[in-house]
């Protein structure tokens, strides 16, 4: 069972992407009603352009009421997805691969980080210059590059 409309947010590129990947499961548009919404070339609201598989794009007035219902839907989608970035993103910051490196605490995770810029410069980095970091000796720096290097 499909919904009456799906509703994508974007503009030609995404509706062709959705009917793409719709058509790998063997769903075509006629199975389900399908609109784009996408702010038009100024990127201002009210000037927004929908699109529909096979016919021409249209635009609502900009006084109309369901216009403003769909624009805050779409800001609303835009707000959840943000937000949802963000955390996975301050998660991803959180945990790091320095945090499974025994020596390797919170203010030398830190001093590493802040030194390589990530976790994978980190990784990259040969012991002279994991050594150069303040606090990492040569026993922590080697057992460091062996993280990232055994095997």
């Given at each position: 069972?499909w919904?009456?409309?799906?509703?994508?947010?974007?503009?030609?590129?995404?509706?062709?992407?959705v009917?793409?990947?719709?058509?790998?499961?063997?769903?075509?548009?006629?199975?389900?009603?399908?609109?784009?919404?996408?702010?038009?070339?100024?990127?201002?609201a009210?000037?927004?352009?929908?699109?529909?598989?096979?016919?021409?794009?249209?635009?609502?007035?900009?006084?109309?009421?369901?216009?403003?219902?769909?624009?805050?839907?779409?800001?609303e989608?835009?707000?959840?997805?943000i937000?949802?970035?963000r955390?996975?993103?301050s998660?991803?910051?959180?945990?790091?691969?320095?945090?499974e490196?025994?020596?390797?605490?919170?203010?030398?995770?830190?001093?590493?980080?802040?030194?390589?810029?990530?976790?994978?410069?980190?990784?990259?980095?040969?012991?002279?210059d994991?050594?150069?970091?303040?606090?990492?000796?040569e026993?922590?720096?080697?057992?460091?590059?062996?993280?990232?290097?055994?095997?």
């Amino acid at each position: 069972n499909w919904p009456d409309l799906v509703l994508i947010d974007g503009g030609l590129g995404q509706l062709n992407a959705v009917i793409e990947a719709l058509a790998e499961i063997g769903v075509t548009p006629e199975d389900v009603n399908l609109v784009s919404i996408a702010k038009g070339v100024d990127r201002n609201a009210g000037r927004e352009q929908f699109f529909r598989p096979g016919r021409a794009p249209f635009k609502l007035p900009e006084t109309a009421p369901v216009l403003y219902y769909l624009q805050r839907l779409r800001d609303e989608a835009h707000r959840w997805a943000i937000g949802a970035h963000r955390a996975k993103r301050s998660a991803a910051i959180k945990s790091s691969p320095l945090d499974e490196i025994e020596g390797v605490g919170p203010a030398r995770k830190k001093a590493l980080l802040h030194h390589f810029g990530s976790a994978k410069g980190v990784s990259r980095a040969k012991v002279a210059d994991l050594m150069a970091v303040e606090g990492v000796s040569e026993a922590l720096a080697e057992r460091i590059w062996g993280h990232f290097n055994s095997g």
